[in-house]
Structure formats: structure tokens, C-alpha cells
């Protein structure tokens, strides 16, 4: 069982910064992909970014590609997502996610929806951005 806490959320102007982390709880955190979400009221949940177990593989959506960087520290059961050049339509209820198989990615670029495989997800921070 994995349990994830979000953190890091707020209000910020258009152009500014924000870095989400996400600490997970369990001892087989370092062997799971692990992605970040978004949603919106009315919206389904959009893929942000994702990252393999060992971090050598990131995966964004176009929409965030350039502006937000995915990472992960395994010694600290953490993962990260920076957020630069924020702009109002990035506001939305952010998830961190964990995928046990290592193939949720995979169904997202595919099908370019959430799979089945995202087992455990946190509560949500919430990202507001003015304009």
C-alpha cells in the first residue's frame, strides 16, 4: 500500500513559479512510475507529466512541455514537479500518482487517456493562477 500527500500548491500571478512535491509513504515507492495530474470542474483528469521508477524517463503533455519539469528523489520517497511560466490555464486541482506496472505511460501516449494502472493517487493541491 502507498500512501501520497501533495504539497506546494497556491496562488500565483501569470509568468510565475510554483513546485508541487508529492511524498509517498511505503517502502516500494522507489519501483513505481509515478506521474503528475490536472483537473478542472466539469473537466476528466489530464496527464501533466510522468516519470519512470528510476527517473531516467519524463514524459509531458504538450501543453506544459518546456514550462514544468517532473523529478523524483527515491531516498526521500519524493517526487517533484516545477512549474515555470505559469499561465491562468494551468489552474486546476493537481494529483500525483503512482503506477505499479510501469505501463500507465504508455497507455497515456497512446490512447491519451488516464489508464487503469494509476493505483494509488493524493488528495489534490489546488494551483491558481491570475492573470
Known amino acids: 500500500q502507498v500512501q501520497l500527500v501533495e504539497s506546494g500548491g497556491g496562488l500565483v500571478q501569470a509568468g510565475g513559479s510554483l513546485r508541487l512535491s508529492c511524498a509517498a509513504s511505503g517502502r516500494t515507492f522507489s519501483s513505481y512510475a509515478m506521474g503528475w495530474f490536472r483537473q478542472t470542474p466539469g473537466k476528466e483528469r489530464e496527464f501533466v507529466a510522468t516519470i519512470s521508477w528510476s527517473g531516467g524517463s519524463t514524459y509531458y503533455a504538450d501543453s506544459v512541455k518546456g514550462r514544468f519539469t517532473i523529478s523524483r528523489d527515491n531516498a526521500k520517497n519524493t517526487v517533484y514537479l516545477q512549474m515555470n511560466s505559469l499561465k491562468p490555464e494551468d489552474t486546476a486541482v493537481y494529483y500525483c500518482?503512482?503506477?505499479?506496472?510501469?505501463?500507465?505511460?504508455?497507455?497515456?501516449?497512446?490512447?491519451?487517456?488516464?489508464?487503469?494502472?494509476?493505483?494509488?493517487w493524493g488528495q489534490g493541491t489546488q494551483v491558481t493562477v491570475s492573470s
Open positions: 500518482a503512482a503506477d505499479p506496472s510501469g505501463v500507465g505511460t504508455y497507455y497515456l501516449l497512446s490512447s491519451g487517456k488516464v489508464g487503469p494502472t494509476w493505483d494509488y
